[in-house]
């Protein structure tokens, strides 16, 4: 007989889903590592394309993984490709005797039929891409997905998002959406070098048209420190960007991208869409002076602690940066200030807020308790 068995209110095993291609990767395994300390088991469930060695190394040193041949949402073409996802969530969490699911893509909770609560985390979808990138709605061919997102937000127990400001954007394309609530990522950074390196640096996923990448490439033109970006410049539908003043190294592990990060004395984010922005955490918790577009995310989570840019503007990107090349205190100070700020967003905070909300849905659940011989 189990303690979940007595109806102890501690989850003690989760079904969370995952994919390989952008932020939510290294979002999971980070919380993976956070809910060790609470005793909590993580089955990793995968969808979109498959992770590549390296990343299944780390997923296997996290957690377990099941990788279902499905599509992420926003690589389907129609409603029907993502129909029969939620019954295999569904009969995973059963396999695994889960006590609730953590879905990282509200689409994937619409229509389930569990008797296992369900949590939605919103870490970004098409129709706020559209909205924050093009300043225009979903196009037509891209509404049923704005239906299926609303169904899963409707479904879901509780929803999670990584910034108010990205909750404000969901509501304004959504429409009012009860029970959110934000919990920040986290980051378990030890520190980066204590001797800072002479260029600015940047991470990102730059096929992506929401992360800026030609402004930043514009911007390298027009400072004198090197610029250098980690990232993927091609994407999984074929988009892809050339830099030419940005010496762009390609896709990093993540601890080859932190320690540039580190050794970097300055870390530039041009983003015109970014419901958090880890890699700017990950910058700021290892020492570096932050350059950041001017967007309400960056605004909420680092007013104060960094210079802020147009990120429509090159220009204004390009002497954000040669400020603090040439003030070096005001480097040092700027830098200083975003790593306190970081230490309020530190991996165990975030793991302790997530283990509660666990904890709440999955007392919510009921289950029979089960005598000696089998007796309800």
């Known amino acids: 007989m189990t303690s979940r068995q007595f109806g102890t209110p501690s989850p003690r095993r989760i079904l969370m889903t995952v994919d390989a291609v952008g932020g939510v990767w290294r979002y999971a395994l980070n919380l ?29 040193a996290a957690a377990a993984i099941v990788w279902l041949d499905q599509p992420l949402d926003w690589m389907a073409d129609r409603a029907e490709a993502l129909a029969e996802l939620p019954a295999l969530l569904a009969e995973l969490g059963e396999e695994h005797d889960v006590d609730l699911l953590h879905l990282n893509l509200p689409t994937q909770a619409a229509g389930i039929e569990t008797e296992r609560p369900v949590l939605v985390v919103s870490h970004s979808c098409v129709v706020t891409w559209f909205a924050a990138v093009r300043r225009t709605p979903v196009p037509p061919d891209w ?18 998002v990584p910034s108010t400001a990205h909750g404000d954007l969901l509501t304004t394309c959504y ?9 920040h990522n986290g980051d378990g ?34 400072v004198r420190w090197p610029v250098i970006a980690a990232g993927a410049d091609s994407g999984p539908a074929g988009e892809s960007i050339v830099f030419e003043h940005v010496r762009h190294l390609g896709r990093l592990s993540s601890e080859e991208t932190q320690a540039l990060a580190g050794r970097g004395a300055i870390f530039v984010s041009p983003s015109l869409y970014e419901p958090f922005g880890l890699a700017v955490l990950e910058a700021a918790a290892r ?31 390009a002497d954000a940066m040669e400020r603090l090349i ?37 007392s919510s659940r009921r289950q029979p308790v089960r005598m000696a011989g089998g007796a309800a």
């Open 175 to 183: 429409g009012r959406i009860p029970g959110l609530v934000t919990v």
């Open 143 to 160: 509404r049923w997905l704005d239906d299926l997102n609303r169904e899963g937000f409707d479904r879901a127990d509780a929803i999670v």
């Open 32 to 60: 993976v590592r956070g809910l060790r300390s609470h005793g909590v088991e993580v089955v990793l469930v995968g969808c979109g394309p498959r992770p590549d060695e390296r990343q299944r190394a780390e997923a296997r």
């Open 326 to 362: 040439s003030d070096g205190d005001l480097r040092r100070t700027l830098a200083e200030g975003a790593r306190r700020r970081a230490g309020s967003l530190t991996l165990e905070r975030q793991a302790g807020q997530m283990f509660e909300l666990y904890r709440r849905l999955a």
């Open 287 to 317: 020492g570096a002076a932050l350059v950041l577009s001017d967007i309400p995310t960056f605004r909420e989570l680092w007013e104060g602690a960094a210079l802020f840019a147009d990120p429509a503007d090159a220009g204004s990107f």
């Open 189 to 222: 950074a030890i520190g980066g070098s204590a001797v800072k390196e002479a260029y600015v640096f940047s991470a990102g996923r730059w096929w992506d048209d929401g992360k800026n990448g030609k402004v930043l490439d514009r911007a390298a033109a027009q």
